[in-house]
């Protein structure tokens, strides 16, 4: 088999929790360098996340060198994992078809493999374990060669230290854009299916026709509950590594007695949490077009309260509830995503070192007008329409902006049946959405 591999790219040591979220960071930028969709980018960063986690947890340390290398005249992201643990005796049983271990051990094995288009393994007794990961670049990649090959290595030696916060926040905003793009194509063969009932009435070709869609929906099926595990892997990864920093680091801090700082790292802890239940409400939003999302009582004003506390708020900055809130009842992971969003954008676009942020309510028949204002740089009036568009960001300098989060509202509350629009002349900017009534 003929191979040529370019230089390596990246190497990292696997040695602490913050290693993998390292090493699942760079396996995402390579792929998203190399041209691979962003469903294509998770799967391969989870089955790399899933590897070293297996080195961390049984052996200790290791490590992971990321290469581009050419195999069959294709090319290939390929990620090598070593260890110099006592090796995997049961190695065989763990790859074959339908195994499931338990407790566990060689679970991450067996997932990882399905997600990359080739796996090798190879361990042995008391000499450690290698474990190398395939992903295809597509046909139609950007240009890859030695200098430009030489210049990511630059970027990553060069790149200041990862956040794990920013990177959950990262992954939160890509899990929506892959999943709604999910949704979509979803929405669309079942547009198909109709279309197929309503010109067939021939019993026997329309009995074939929808055996045809129905196993193309199985196979869709099979897909979202594959992406579904990947999701919530690389989501709560992240989580787990801050819990267990905050942890060793808590430990520390108690030795030396702070209660400061010990009420600092509760509060950490009870974000973590909260981040969490997001995360899972999130998961139920994603796939809300097929299933059906419990309604809650939801106090609005202690629910802004409780994101006004969660978010990043500078010092200047004072965000102010102006009149009575409601008591409703309603789906509370849909109120809370659009308040989060919108106090979030409030902060974020600011361009002064003072300001309010004031949220409003006014009943309107059977609707709740909610406003969300802000004394920033203001919204041009072309733009009052496009800020809603998918994709669409007017801040193209924000680093962390998909152009994803106001388009999200929009769907949100046209779901409900409500709307959005934006209101600015100037300076300042007041968001406003529609939302039903309904009290508890």
């Not at 890859?144 to 916060?165: A, H, L, Q, T, V």
């Not at 787990?240 to 060793?248: E, V, Y």
């Not at 969003?341 to 361009?351: F, G, S, T």
Request: hydrophobic fraction near 40%; glycine fraction near 6%; proline fraction near 3%.
């Amino acid at each position: 088999m003929h191979k040529y591999a370019y230089q390596n790219i990246v190497k990292v040591g696997i040695a602490n929790e913050l290693d993998i979220v390292l090493a699942y960071k760079r396996a995402r930028q390579l792929t998203q360098l190399t041209g691979m969709p962003v469903p294509t980018q998770t799967k391969f960063a989870t089955a790399v996340s899933e590897i070293c986690r297996n080195v961390l947890e049984h052996v200790g340390e290791g490590s992971i060198v990321f290469s581009i290398i050419e195999q069959d005249k294709h090319l290939y992201v390929e990620a090598l994992i070593i260890d110099y643990g006592r090796g995997i005796p049961n190695i065989e049983e763990i790859l074959k078809i339908n195994i499931q271990p338990l407790g566990g051990k060689g679970w991450g094995i067996a997932n990882a493999k399905k997600l990359v288009d080739q796996f090798f393994i190879e361990s042995k007794l008391n000499n450690g374990t290698k474990v190398k990961l395939l992903k295809k670049i597509p046909a139609n990649h950007p240009p890859i060669n030695k200098p430009i090959i030489e210049g990511w290595n630059e970027y990553f030696n060069n790149e200041s230290r990862i956040s794990p916060y920013e990177e959950i926040k990262q992954q939160n905003i890509q899990l929506l854009e892959v999943m709604e793009a999910l949704r979509i194509k979803q929405m669309q063969t079942e547009h198909q299916m109709d279309e197929i009932k309503s010109l067939h009435n021939n019993v026997s070709a329309l009995l074939k026709e929808r055996e045809e869609a129905n196993g193309m929906l199985q196979k869709m099926n099979k897909e979202l509950e594959e992406f579904a595990y990947t999701v919530s892997h690389d989501l709560k990864a992240p989580l787990r590594n801050i819990q267990g920093i905050a942890k060793l680091i808590n430990k520390a801090v108690k030795a030396s007695g702070n209660e400061q700082a010990n009420m600092h790292f509760e509060m950490l802890n009870e974000q973590v949490k909260r981040m969490d239940s997001l995360i899972t409400g999130i998961l139920s939003y994603s796939k809300s077009g097929r299933q059906y999302i419990e309604q809650t009582t939801v106090d609005v004003k202690n629910l802004l309260l409780e994101i006004i506390a969660s978010v990043a708020l500078p010092a200047g900055l004072e965000v102010q509830i102006l009149s009575e809130m409601p008591v409703l009842h309603t789906e509370e992971i849909y109120l809370r995503q659009i308040f989060t969003n919108l106090i979030e954008n409030a902060i974020k676009y600011h361009d002064t070192q003072q300001g309010i942020i004031a949220i409003s309510a006014i009943e309107k028949e059977k609707f709740i007008e909610f406003a969300v204002k802000d004394d920033g740089p203001g919204i041009p009036e072309e733009y009052h329409e496009k800020i809603f568009q998918m994709y669409y960001s007017l801040h193209t300098s924000s680093n962390d902006s998909t152009g994803l989060g106001l388009s999200i509202i929009k769907k949100i509350t046209s779901e409900k049946g409500g709307k959005v629009w934006v209101e600015s002349q100037g300076r300042g900017a007041t968001f406003i959405f529609t939302w039903p009534a309904e009290t508890a």
